[in-house]
Nanobody
């Protein structure tokens, strides 16, 4: 059974930084692409970033590009999202997701497993 567990969320001031993590278990982590999505109150869940199985390909949503960095450590079965220059509009629950293919992807429908989410709140 695949499990994804996010951690590292919290409250941060605008302009600050935060790194969230997602530990995967239940299958060979290094074979599959991973992604981060987020959902703000009253809004639909949206794509944030994705990374291919080996880390060689990454995708970012336009609104986070140049501020967020996705990375992975296959030895630790962990994917990270480093978030810099945070803005109040980045406030959301952040979800980790795993594909059953190795290529990175931008849409929810391409991911098969999801974590429970971690809350990130950016104060102004």
């Amino acid at each position: 059974q695949v499990q994804l567990v996010e951690s590292g969320g919290g409250l941060v001031q605008a302009g600050g930084s935060l790194r969230i993590s997602c530990v995967a278990s239940g299958r060979t982590f290094s074979r599959y692409a991973m992604g981060w999505f987020r959902q703000a109150p009253g809004e639909e869940r949206e794509f944030v970033a994705a990374i291919s199985w080996g880390g060689g390909m990454t995708y970012y949503a336009d609104r986070v590009k140049d501020r967020f960095t996705i990375s992975r450590d296959n030895a630790k079965n962990t994917v990270y999202l480093q978030m810099n220059s945070l803005k109040p509009e980045d406030t959301a629950v952040y979800y980790c997701a795993s594909r059953s293919l190795g290529g990175a992807a931008r849409t929810e429908e391409e991911y098969d497993y999801w974590g429970q989410g971690t809350q990130v709140t950016v104060s102004s």
